[in-house]
């Protein structure tokens, strides 16, 4: 059963994260995916995420898609417990998560069960395309993407921090140019995405 938890702040979230997971936090372990912040110069969401786990008791295992060898992006994703994915540039991860075939990993173990928390551009990700993340992110930081094909695990276009500075603009412009086309799903700092199965809730 798919199951799902997407926020634009993981930190302004984690009461309704509890909540959803509905099983006791202590001892699971989580593949922590940074690397969408690499190429940003503010990555405090980052620290914050961990932060929040360990408060949780989650066991941290933290796994950069751009550095880590195949069979240890092979191995945390399908052992651990969870699969996280935090924010920064949504083109980067994609590209990294291409190259490695991690994306086909990720599919594939969400697709048969495993909770995946995404936030901001790991949220994004989860879509049929990100091509409308550029009013968010720079393309230019991912130059050997080829194509902005998304992990497709939901069908909807997640729109994070929806009326929060500093992408209050920025989202509304976005808005303003695929809402009549896309089926987007705009959400702010204290909401998050939950699916389960092919349910969607924002929350």
Do not use: C
Request: aromatic share 10%; glycine share 4%; net charge neutral.
């Amino acid at each position: 059963m798919k199951k799902m938890f997407l926020a634009s702040s993981f930190k302004d979230v984690v009461d309704q994260f509890k909540e959803f997971t509905d099983e006791s936090l202590k001892g699971k372990t989580i593949t922590f995916i940074p690397t969408a912040s690499i190429p940003e110069k503010v990555v405090h969401y980052v620290y914050s995420a961990k932060d929040e786990f360990q408060k949780l008791g989650v066991i941290i295992q933290e796994l950069d898609i751009s550095t880590a060898p195949q069979l240890e992006i092979k191995e945390k994703l399908i052992h651990n417990d969870y699969i996280y994915v935090s924010g920064g540039n949504t083109f980067f991860l994609l590209q990294e998560l291409r190259k490695t075939g991690a994306d086909k990993i990720i599919i594939e173990q969400v697709n048969s069960g495993k909770l995946y928390i995404g936030e901001s551009a790991g949220a994004m990700i989860t879509s049929p395309n990100i091509e409308y993340a550029k009013f968010l992110d720079d393309k230019s930081k991912a130059i050997d993407l080829k194509n902005y094909d998304g992990l497709n695990l939901i069908k909807g276009y997640p729109v994070p921090h929806y009326q929060n500075e500093p992408f209050k603009k920025a989202v509304s412009n976005l808005i303003n140019y695929y809402d009549s086309h896309l089926d987007l799903i705009p959400f702010s700092n204290s909401q998050a995405i939950q699916v389960v199965k092919n349910n969607l809730t924002v929350v």
